[in-house]
Structure formats: structure tokens, C-alpha cells
């Protein structure tokens, strides 16, 4: 089971309750949050919220039904040898690469994922250290979501996701596919993504963002810089994906061809 975790601060300090208090601790030491340069687009979702209340992690195997994963196994045959692997049947999905263009940055999202954490407490336990505080579960990555909408296209999905989670209002025909087919879990899943670029700017600004209240999401929105691109992928530190990876070198290499601001 996975212990406690102190709110926001090192491990040894006192827990911390309560959004004040760790607006506090984001804000006393901000290089921890916002290291590379990354300015928080998200005046209602910076950093403090995403991890404000988290605690009381355990982990234990699946228990039910869910509406987004079905471990399955699988059964087939390879050089006259039958073989088994087991899977994840899960949905296929949209990623979205933002450009703003007045502040030459693209716009990533950052959110706490669970499974990250987990990983993180796994390998701290293991060491026999403490468990890590909630921020050890934060994960960079593209605006993106599932699709689990029918009748919906990769399209619309995308730009009602770009809407939810980082408040811009961007047409379906304003985006461009960069990627189709994206396998980003071929052992476990083999589920797809779709991968856009677009590029927004203040104008289109529509709301908030920072994810919906009826799934309980808590995403901040980031520019990042594009000088800093290249360090904030190699920078170990930070969980990212692979999909926010490829979507950086894509958008910089575009960006140094001259294919945009």
C-alpha cells in the first residue's frame, strides 16, 4: 500500500492543508514548478490546484468493470507454437501540438497522473525511502484525449479537448494532421492516436480551461518557450510523453524550416 503523501513540499517537512498553504509552497520555490522557462496559462488551474488535496494513494488490482480499460488476454499461434499476451483493450485517441504564436511557445498541458505516481512510490519503497510528495506525480504532455464520443471525429474531439483542458477555440478546419496511426503502446494496448497541430493565439481565447469539472480534472496549461524545447525534452526530472516528444521536435523543426512564426 502506498503511504500518505506530504502535500507540495519535501518529503521531511510538516504536511501542509488547504489551497493557501500550497499556493504558498508553489509559490516559494517557483523554479520547481516552472523550470525551462514555463509560464502557467491557467490563472484558475496553476500548479497549486492540480495538486491541491492529494493524499491517502493505494493501489491494489482492478476490482470491477472500467469505462477505460478491459484487461484481456490474448491467444494465437506463431511457428506452430501456441502463444500467449496479455492486454489492455483501450480507446484510441487524440493529441493536439498548440503553437501561440505572439509568444513563440507552444502550449503543453500538465496534470497529476496516477500511474506516474504509482511508478514513482514503487521505486521509492523499494529503496527504502519515503514515499514521494503528489508533485512526483505530475506528467508533461500534449493537450489530447480519447475517443470515446460516437459519431464524433478525430477533428471535433480534438478541438472540444483543446477547448476543455487549455480554453482556446479552434475550428476543426484550422488543424493540420502531423501524425496518423501513432501506436504509443504497441505491448500493451495497440490502441492509436491522432496527432494536429494548430495555432492559437489570445483572441481565441474562450474560457479557462484547466479540464472539466464533471470528470474531476485538474490540467494547467504551460507555454514553452521554443528555444527551450530541446532541454526540457532531455531534462530527466520531468515525466513527460512520448507523444509531447515527438510533437516538440516536430513543431521546432517546422518552426527552423520557416514553416511559421
Request: proline share 7%; with cysteine.
Amino acid at each position: 500500500m502506498l503511504r500518505r503523501a506530504a502535500a507540495l513540499g519535501a518529503p521531511r517537512a510538516a504536511p501542509q492543508r488547504g489551497m493557501a498553504a500550497a499556493a504558498a509552497a508553489a509559490a516559494a520555490q517557483p523554479d520547481n514548478y516552472y523550470p525551462h522557462g514555463l509560464v502557467s496559462l491557467s490563472p484558475e488551474c496553476p500548479v497549486f490546484h492540480v495538486l491541491d488535496g492529494l493524499g491517502g494513494f493505494s493501489e491494489q488490482a482492478l476490482d470491477g468493470p472500467s469505462p477505460f480499460v478491459r484487461p484481456t488476454t490474448l491467444r494465437f499461434t506463431h511457428g506452430g507454437s501456441a502463444r500467449r499476451w496479455d492486454a489492455v483493450a483501450a480507446h484510441d485517441s487524440v493529441a493536439v501540438l498548440l503553437l501561440h504564436a505572439p509568444r513563440r511557445a507552444f502550449v503543453i498541458v500538465r496534470q497529476f497522473r496516477p500511474a506516474v505516481y504509482a511508478v514513482r512510490a514503487r521505486a521509492a519503497r523499494a529503496a527504502g525511502a519515503p514515499d514521494p510528495p503528489p508533485a512526483a506525480g505530475l506528467c508533461y504532455e500534449l493537450c489530447a484525449g480519447i475517443m470515446d464520443k460516437a459519431g464524433k471525429s478525430a477533428e471535433q474531439t480534438c478541438c472540444e479537448e483543446v477547448l476543455e483542458e487549455v480554453g482556446y477555440s479552434v475550428p476543426p478546419a484550422a488543424l493540420r494532421r502531423v501524425a496518423g496511426g501513432v501506436v504509443s503502446s504497441a505491448g500493451i494496448t495497440g490502441a492509436t492516436q491522432d496527432v494536429f497541430y494548430a495555432e492559437v493565439d489570445e483572441s481565441m481565447r474562450a474560457c479557462a480551461g484547466g479540464g472539466t469539472a464533471c470528470r474531476s480534472e485538474r490540467v494547467e496549461a504551460l507555454a514553452l518557450p521554443v528555444d527551450a524545447a530541446a532541454a526540457f525534452i532531455e531534462d530527466a526530472a520531468l515525466a513527460k510523453t512520448p507523444g509531447l516528444c515527438f510533437g516538440l521536435l516536430w513543431g521546432a523543426a517546422r518552426l527552423a524550416g520557416g514553416g511559421g512564426t
